[in-house]
């Protein structure tokens, strides 16, 4: 089944231990992202990758790293995580032929105390 | 800038009643634009583009490229339609990144 999948799905953590939440897509796609969703404020991206070791920052990057070592797999790493960084975090992957369709993950929802 | 706005935070409705979700957009060209949904504990998915013209699930959406807005319509609301919904375009410098809007989430009542 073409999927995008996301771990951990719920994480509770303290400010300042660094986590990282994973996300691997098995359909080929060159290009994924990551975004986090905030009431009232929708989803905004925080970090793209058009393919391997090439990634840019979105709208939100600070507080967060990426890599892509391998086409499937888009980590997404907090160094130092914060309070404000609480949300639901979406990985997403497409194909680079554009036409818009983004395919999510099921969503890691992330608590720092 | 290109900005996707969705000036309705909630939308209740009752069931078999008609809903309209508003999307506005500001975008220089001509967009493709793009309605998410996303239903309680799933992942976001693509409901409809408009480029492709078809209707999903009983909805439908017409680009309006004089008052730049691509509304969601569905003339009978059902229960099951109850999600949280997103309209979003490409940004023009990365086709494959999504702008989305704030969202609107959809009530229907039995």
């Known amino acids: 089944e073409a999927q995008v999948t996301q771990n951990p799905r719920y994480l509770i953590t303290v400010t300042g231990k660094k986590l990282t939440v994973t996300c691997s897509q098995n359909?080929?796609?060159?290009?994924m992202s990551w975004y986090r969703q905030d009431p009232g404020l929708g989803l905004r991206q925080i970090y793209y990758s058009m393919n391997v070791e090439v990634t840019d920052k979105g709208d939100v990057p600070e507080g967060y790293k990426v890599s892509r070592k391998e086409k499937r797999n888009f980590p997404l790493i907090l160094e130092s995580p914060s309070p404000n960084q609480t949300s639901l975090y979406f990985c997403a992957s497409s194909s680079n032929r554009g036409g818009g369709e983004l395919f999510f993950g099921e969503g890691s929802r992330l608590t720092v105390l | 800038a290109q900005r996707v706005t969705q000036p309705e935070k909630l939308l209740s409705v009752f069931k078999g009643a008609p809903v309209e979700l508003k999307c506005n957009y500001s975008y220089s060209g001509s967009p493709e634009l793009f309605w998410y949904v996303q239903y309680s504990r799933q992942r976001l998915q693509l409901l409809l583009r408009h480029i492709s013209r078809e209707s999903i699930k009983g909805f439908t959406a017409d680009l309006n490229k004089g008052e730049t807005s691509f509304h969601l319509k569905k003339p009978f609301a059902q229960e099951e339609d109850s999600a949280m919904y997103y309209c979003a375009l490409p940004a023009t410098y990365n086709t494959d990144k999504l702008i989305f809007g704030t969202g609107t989430r959809l009530q229907v009542f039995p």
């Open positions: 359909m080929n796609h060159e290009y």
